[in-house]
């Protein structure tokens, strides 16, 4: 396969532009069929173009219009904002406080660098098949929480076009939602602890809510092939550490002890959980059955972006947008 030379994109970036770009399709999402007057109007869009230039607050008439614009412009990269209460591109001549941004899409950004503690196979911007089992399952559960969990209909989920996939939530209620809701929203969707020196990001109750009970079931498809084989997740002993670090003090000796007695991570999970089970757990609440469960929640569990999902006026790069 031929290599890419970066030398070359500003002029496949014109063919791309010319010939290829959706835009019939692209101006018939955005516009939402023409139901709501001026709204395509009203919408945000950015370009970042040939050296990081930036520019924000774009919009346009028409489908015509956009064409015409993106093939001058040919951005190195899209991105879509909010609905606002004026057009975009007049923002400096409306009153101070007037231009608002009004509505927007639900979105969700899952990104694979937010993993990187518990992916063995690649780290920062690189992603191969053995990790990108990683979105796969967090589509699976983000998607059915939405369908079944907040009854929403229309979801688009897109590569994000680098190390994730990105899903926009397009029901005409849905766009309405205020910043708090949507901050519910994806607090809902959200298990995972953040921050680097959180060593036990996920911790359950007694009670599984049963959101956490079907995500469960659904890693379970994943988690031997994924977890298991293909990250090997208790190949050594440095790996092992990180698994003791989840559970009780009171069985990291044992556990320690043992561990070199098994030759795989298969045989090291069956002796993991089966150790798990022989705690009394009306003893120690820290080893109930659901710590096997936040063992598989911390490692394959949808890790979201909450800032980009419940600003309105947040942009979020858009499908069809080239990544160089």
Excluded at 53 to 78: A, G
Excluded at 94 to 114: C, H, N, R, S, Y
Excluded at 159 to 168: D, F, I, K, Q
């Amino acid at each position: 396969m031929e290599t890419f030379d970066p030398a070359e994109l500003p002029e496949l970036l014109k063919l791309y532009y010319r010939r290829l770009f959706p835009y019939a399709q692209y101006y018939r999402w955005l516009n939402y069929g023409g139901v709501i007057k001026n709204y395509f109007q009203h919408c945000e869009s950015s370009f970042t173009l040939k050296d990081d230039i930036y520019i924000r607050y774009q919009s346009f008439n028409n489908q015509s219009e956009l064409e015409k614009e993106m093939q001058k412009m040919n951005p190195y990269k899209i991105d879509i904002g909010a609905v606002y209460s004026h057009r975009p591109n007049q923002h400096n001549t409306v009153k101070l406080g007037a231009f608002q941004a009004q509505e927007k899409e639900l979105v969700f950004d899952i990104d694979m660098t937010d993993y990187d503690d518990v992916r063995r196979c690649c780290s920062s911007a690189d992603i191969c098949s053995k990790c990108w089992t990683l979105m796969t399952m967090a589509i699976r559960i983000i998607d059915r929480a939405l369908k079944e969990d907040f009854g929403f209909k229309h979801h688009l989920w897109v590569y994000s076009g680098r190390r994730g996939v990105h899903c926009w939530v397009c029901g005409e209620s849905v766009r309405k939602l205020s910043s708090a809701v949507r901050s519910g929203i994806v607090e809902y969707l959200s298990l995972v602890k953040s921050g680097q020196d959180v060593k036990k990001k996920v911790h359950l109750s007694e009670k599984i809510h049963p959101f956490v009970s079907k995500s469960i079931n659904i890693i379970k498809k994943y988690f031997q092939e994924y977890a298991l084989v293909d990250q090997d997740i208790l190949e050594n002993k440095e790996s092992w550490d990180k698994i003791l670090a989840l559970v009780p003090e009171t069985i990291h000796e044992t556990l320690q002890q043992n561990f070199p007695k098994y030759h795989n991570s298969l045989q090291h999970w069956e002796y993991l959980t089966k150790a798990i089970s022989l705690q009394d757990s009306t003893k120690n609440d820290k080893c109930g059955p659901w710590l096997e469960w936040e063992i598989m929640l911390q490692y394959c569990f949808p890790r979201l972006d909450i800032n980009i999902s419940k600003g309105i006026n947040h942009l979020l790069k858009s499908p069809f947008s080239v990544s160089s």
